[in-house]
C-alpha cells in the first residue's frame, strides 16, 4: 500500500511536505492526479530537510539568547537562571543526523501530522513534526481499523543512517491495517545493534504505549518476558512523563536505577536521543554514595541484606534514648534558669511520639528547651531575647550534657559499626549474629573498612537520622534482583513520587532473588502498584525464546512463557568432542559471526573471560569489553554475571555448564545469558548441556 493520503492543491499541485503539519483544502471539483511515488518520496525528503533547516534555527536561537542572557536579563539572579535554562535548551535541540527527525505521518481530517522524536516548529511557530509524546501522536501507536480514532492513513517512513529510503502506507479508513506485518516497522525492530541501545518510538506497539503514557502518580510493575521491550518501557515512560509535567519533574527530578554500570552506559543515549538530559542515572552503590572497600562472606551478604536489618537498626538507634533524672542549672551571666526533670522528660516523650527521623526530634528536643529558657528570661526581664542569645542557649554546657545524655548525636556510620561489633539479639539467630560480627573491630569508626551490604545499612541508617530527598519518578530496571535492604534504599527516594518497576522473575540470580512481585513492591513502598506482564517479544527470536523456555520449569517462579513474532532468527548447538578444543571452536564461531552484520558477545563463566581475550587478542580480532560503550571493536567479551540488560546480535555462549556451575542460581543466570541474542545464538560446549536443555539438543 502506497497511496498518498495528501489532498490536492487548487492549481492541481500536492501540498509542499514543508506544510504537511498543517490542514489542506482542496479546490472544489478538482481532480487527484496520478500518484507517483518517487514524486512523493522527493516530497517526503524535502520535508525533512526543511525540518532539520528549522531545527537547526531552533537551535541558534537558543544558542543566540544563550550568550546574550546576560544583557537583557535584570540582574545577576536572573541572568543565571536564563543561562541554565537556555543551556538546557540547546542540548535538547541536537541534532543527529544519523537519526530520522520524524518517523511517521497521520493524515487526519484533510490534514498531515508529521510525528518525531520532537517538536519542531517553522520560523511562525507552526509545527513541523509533532512530538512522538503529544496527544495528537497517541494515535500513531494506537490506532486501528477496529478503532481508526479519525485517522485515514498512517504512513511510516524507511530509513538508511539518517536518509529517508522509503515509506509505507495504512489506509484505516479503507479497512487496510499492516500490524507487525508492516516491512518497515520489522525492519527497524530487526536493524543490528551496534553501541549503546537505541530509542524505540518508531516502533513501540499498542501494548506498550499504554504503560509509556500511565499517569504520573500510577506506580506500575512491568513483568517483562526478554525481548519484549520491558527497559525501553521503562525509559520512554521517563521521557513521556518528562513531557507532560516538566516543571513539577524538573524540580523533584527523575531517576534511573539499574544494576550495573555496563547497563547504564549501554541506555545512557537513549533519553538524550529524545531531548532529555537532565535525568539522573546510578546503581544502587553509587545511590548510596560512599566507596565500598571490604567484601562480606555470602552468609554475612545473605543476613545484610534480609529486611530484618532494618528492624536491627531501628531498635538499636532508639533504644540510645533515655529519660532525663536531674535537673538542668543555666545561667547566662546575669540569670540563672532552672528546668526540672519532669517537664524534660515530658519533653523527650513527646518528640519521641511524634515519630520523626531521629536527628529531626533530636533538633526539636533542643529547640523545646531552649524556648523554655527563652519563656523565663521573658517573664523575668520582660524583654525577648535576641537570636545570639537563643543561639547560645542551643550550644550551652549544660544543654548540650542533657541533650547527650537523653537523645545523644550519632552518625549512619556510627550506629552501623554498633551493629557489626556487637550484632544485639533478639531478630537474629546466633549463627546470623556470627555472620555479621566484625572478626577485628576497627579502632574507630573513621578507619572501618564497609562492604557494598554495609553502605546499604549506613543508608538505611542515614534515613533514620534524616528524611531522604524524594524524586518526582524513579524507574527501576532488573528489579527482580533487589534485596530487601536494597529496595528500601530506593523507596526512600521515591516516597513522595511514583515508580516504574521493570523485571523478570525469571531472570533473578541473586541470592535474595524475588519470587513474586508484590513483596519487592511492599519493600518499595509501592505494595498498590500494578502487576502487568509482558510477553509478547519483538527482539529476541524464536527459535532463541524457546530453547530459553525449557529452562522455566527449573526456575522455581511462577511466569508466563514468552511468545517471539520473529522466525528469522539462528540457533546453532555446537557440541565439541575435546575440551582442549573448546576455546578454538569458540574463535570459529566468532569468526563466523563477523561475516554477518552487527555486534558479537562472547558470553561466558567469569573465570574464562581473561583467557578468551587473550585468545582473541592473538588471533588479531578487535574487540571490547561490556563496559566500554564507545569502542568501534563488534565483538564484545561479556561475562555472564554482567549480561543482564544488554543485548547483542550474535551471542557466541561459551560452555554453558561452567555458567550453571559457577553459582548456586546458575540455571537462571543461563536463561539470561541465552536470551541476549536478537538475530543469532551459537552454544558451544564441551561438557554436556544443563539437563532442561538436553532434549533441545
Not at 88 to 101: F, G, H, I, S, Y
Not at 253 to 261: D, E, W
Not at 267 to 275: C, D, F, H, T, Y
Not at 537 to 549: D, Y
Amino acid at each position: 500500500m502506497h497511496r498518498s493520503g495528501r489532498p490536492p492543491r487548487a492549481d492541481g499541485r500536492r501540498e509542499p511536505p514543508g506544510n504537511a503539519s498543517r490542514r489542506v483544502t482542496p479546490a472544489r471539483g478538482c481532480t487527484v492526479p496520478a500518484f507517483d511515488l518517487d514524486t512523493e518520496l522527493t516530497a517526503e525528503r524535502h520535508h525533512l530537510a526543511e525540518s532539520r533547516a528549522a531545527l537547526a534555527r531552533m537551535r541558534g536561537r537558543a544558542e543566540e539568547l544563550f550568550s546574550t542572557g546576560d544583557r537583557v536579563a535584570g540582574d545577576a539572579y536572573t541572568a543565571e537562571q536564563l543561562g541554565r535554562h537556555m543551556a538546557r535548551r540547546v542540548k535538547e535541540l541536537a541534532d543527529d543526523p544519523t537519526t530520522p527527525l520524524f518517523f511517521g505521518r497521520l493524515d487526519i481530517e484533510e490534514a498531515a501530522f508529521h510525528v518525531g522524536r520532537r517538536h519542531v516548529t517553522d520560523d511562525a511557530g507552526e509545527p513541523m513534526v509533532l512530538d512522538w509524546r503529544a496527544p495528537l501522536s497517541r494515535s500513531f501507536y494506537r490506532a486501528s481499523v477496529r478503532d481508526p480514532q479519525g485517522v485515514a492513513t498512517r504512513r511510516r517512513f524507511g530509513f538508511v543512517k539518517g536518509e529517508l529510503t522509503s515509506f509505507e502506507d495504512e489506509h484505516l479508513d479503507r479497512g487496510e491495517e499492516l500490524g507487525t506485518k508492516s516491512r518497515i516497522l520489522t525492519a527497524e525492530i530487526e536493524r543490528p545493534r551496534v553501541g549503546p541501545m537505541r530509542d524505540i518510538v518508531a516502533t513501540i506497539q499498542p501494548e506498550q504505549d499504554e504503560l509509556v503514557r500511565a499517569e504520573l502518580t500510577d506506580s506500575i510493575c512491568v513483568q517483562g518476558a526478554p525481548g519484549t521491550g520491558k527497559t525501553a518501557v521503562g525509559l520512554h515512560r521517563a521521557a513521556y512523563l518528562l513531557y507532560l509535567h516538566r516543571e513539577r519533574l524538573r524540580r523533584s527530578g527523575v531517576l534511573i536505577v539499574g544494576p550495573n554500570t555496563a547497563f547504564l552506559s549501554y541506555i545512557s543515549a537513549v533519553l538524550p536521543a529524545l531531548g532529555e538530559v537532565e535525568v539522573q542515572q546510578a546503581t544502587v552503590d553509587e545511590l548510596v554514595g560512599r566507596t565500598a572497600r571490604a567484601t562480606d562472606s555470602p552468609a554475612a551478604a545473605l543476613v545484610k541484606n534480609d529486611v530484618r536489618m532494618a528492624e536491627v537498626l531501628h531498635k538499636a538507634l532508639w533504644r540510645k534514648l533515655a529519660k532525663p533524672t536531674d535537673p538542668i542549672m543555666v545561667s547566662d551571666g546575669s540569670y540563672r534558669w532552672r528546668i526540672d526533670a519532669e517537664p524534660l522528660r515530658r519533653i523527650v516523650d513527646e518528640a519521641r511520639r511524634e515519630g520523626l527521623p531521629y536527628g529531626v526530634g533530636r533538633d526539636r528536643v533542643r529547640a523545646r528547651v531552649v524556648g523554655l529558657l527563652q519563656r523565663q528570661s521573658e517573664y523575668r526581664t520582660g524583654n525577648s531575647p535576641g537570636e545570639g542569645w537563643l543561639r547560645r542557649m542551643s550550644k550551652i554546657g549544660p544543654v548540650v550534657e542533657f541533650l547527650e545524655a537523653s537523645w545523644p548525636a550519632v552518625t549512619p556510620e556510627q550506629l552501623v559499626a554498633e551493629v557489626l561489633t556487637d550484632p544485639p539479639e533478639g531478630l537474629l539467630t546466633d549463627e546470623e549474629r556470627d555472620a555479621i560480627r566484625w572478626a577485628k573491630p576497627p579502632k574507630t569508626v573513621k578507619s572501618a573498612k564497609f562492604s557494598p551490604a554495609d553502605l546499604v545499612l549506613i543508608d538505611e541508617a542515614a534515613g533514620l537520622l534524616e528524611r531522604e530527598t524524594s524524586f518526582g519518578h524513579v524507574v527501576v530496571d532488573e528489579a527482580q534482583d533487589l534485596s530487601p535492604m536494597q529496595a528500601r534504599a530506593i523507596a526512600r527516594r521515591s516516597e513522595h513520587g511514583s515508580i516504574t518497576v521493570l523485571g523478570d522473575l525469571a531472570q533473578g540470580t541473586a541470592p535474595w532473588a524475588a519470587a513474586e512481585w508484590q513483596v519487592t513492591l511492599g519493600h518499595l513502598g509501592k505494595p498498590e502498584a500494578a502487576v502487568v506482564p509482558l510477553t509478547v517479544g519483538f527482539r529476541v527470536p524464536a527459535s532463541v525464546v524457546e530453547l530459553a523456555n525449557r529452562l522455566l520449569p527449573a526456575l522455581g517462579v511462577d511466569v508466563p512463557e514468552a511468545v517471539s513474532l520473529r522466525r528469522d532468527g539462528d540457533l546453532v548447538l555446537v557440541p565439541v568432542a575435546e575440551p582442549s578444543d573448546l576455546d578454538a571452536e569458540t574463535l570459529t564461531e566468532v569468526t563466523a559471526a563477523l561475516a554477518h552484520e552487527g555486534s558479537v558477545a562472547v558470553i561466558a563463566a567469569d573465570a574464562a573471560v581473561d583467557r578468551l581475550r587473550q585468545h582473541l587478542t592473538t588471533a588479531g580480532i578487535e574487540h571490547a569489553t561490556a563496559d566500554d560503550v564507545d569502542s568501534e571493536a563488534r565483538v564484545t567479551v561479556v561475562p555472564a554475571t554482567m549480561v543482564k540488560g544488554l543485548e547483542y546480535d550474535h551471542v557466541v555462549v561459551h560452555e554453558p555448564a561452567d555458567i550453571v556451575a559457577a553459582e548456586p542460581r546458575g540455571l537462571n543466570r543461563l536463561y539470561v545469558v541465552l536470551t541476549r541474542a536478537v538475530s543469532r545464538l551459537s552454544v558451544v560446549h564441551a561438557q554436556p548441556l544443563p539437563g532442561p536443555l538436553t532434549a533441545a539438543a
